[in-house]
């Protein structure tokens, strides 16, 4: 998420980050957002026709690349989100402060690690 946000700042879009826990209706500021959420949705379900209309939807709106691009990010965001949950990675003091806003949003600090 934050290489999202801090993409779409760069880029200047406005991105409704809220869409993440399905809390926003309408224009999310990504384009084709509900096919992309679709498919990601697709992925991580077990419903092999599901994700073959998604893969469809993709190709026949955005093109064949952008099928492979919407499946290489999927992969590479469960991989790092994996990564840093099976090592335990803390979130580093720097962007604990550039996401307090984001993560109040969106509800993640309700996750936090327990003290020991």
């Known amino acids: ?9 760069h ?22 957002a509900d096919i992309l959420v679709e498919f990601t ?3 991580w379900g077990d419903d092999d026709a599901r994700l073959t209309a998604a893969r469809r939807a993709i190709v026949d709106v955005m093109g064949e690349a ?3 691009d919407a499946s290489g990010i999927t992969a590479t965001f469960n991989a790092i989100d994996r ?6 990675i803390p979130l ?11 993560r109040e949003d969106l509800g ?4 936090a ?4």
Do not use: C, Q
């Not at 880029?11 to 084709?32: C, N, Y």
């Open 113 to 116: 690690p327990e003290s020991s």
């Open 11 to 32: 880029s200047g879009a406005d991105i409704d980050f809220k869409a993440i826990l399905g809390e926003t209706d309408g224009d999310v500021g990504i384009p084709h």
């Open 108 to 111: 993640l600090n309700a996750f």
């Open 66 to 68: 952008a099928l492979v």
């Open 41 to 43: 949705e697709a992925v």
């Open 1 to 9: 998420m934050l290489l999202l946000r801090e993409s779409s700042r």
């Open 92 to 102: 580093e003091d720097f962007r604990a402060e550039d996401t307090v806003d984001l």
């Open 83 to 88: 990564v840093a949950d099976s090592t335990g």
